[in-house]
Nanobody, 115 residues
């Protein structure tokens, strides 16, 4: 059974930082492409960042230079370091794993950026 468990969300002031974690189980983590997506109220879910099994990262233009995705294969965990947070980053953040043709999602963690 695949499980992706996110943690690290919360309330932060504009300009602040948070680090999200996603602990994976039930998959061959080292060969999975891992990703973070987010969904704001009234909007569609959108890509934030992905990291391949080889460590190549891709980012949405809106987070480039502020967010960093990383992975620890020994801990089967993927991280999202979020700096210089803006109110428009407020959303539920979801962890995603892909090993073709399968895809799995976590339950999400809320990130709220507000003063």
């Amino acid at each position: 059974q695949v499980q992706l468990v996110e943690s690290g969300g919360g309330l932060v002031q504009p300009g602040g930082s948070l680090r999200l974690s996603c602990a994976a189980s039930g998959i061959i983590f080292r060969i999975a492409t891992m990703g973070w997506y987010r969904q704001a109220p009234g909007k569609q879910r959108e890509l934030v960042a992905t990291i391949s099994s080889g460590g190549s990262a891709n980012y949405a233009d809106s987070v480039k230079g502020r967010f960093t995705i990383s992975r620890d294969n020994t801990k089967t965990t993927v991280y999202l370091q979020m700096n210089s947070l803006k109110p428009e980053d407020t959303a539920v953040y979801y962890c995603n794993s892909r090993i073709w043709p399968n895809e799995n999602w976590g339950q999400g963690t809320q990130v709220t950026v507000s003063s």
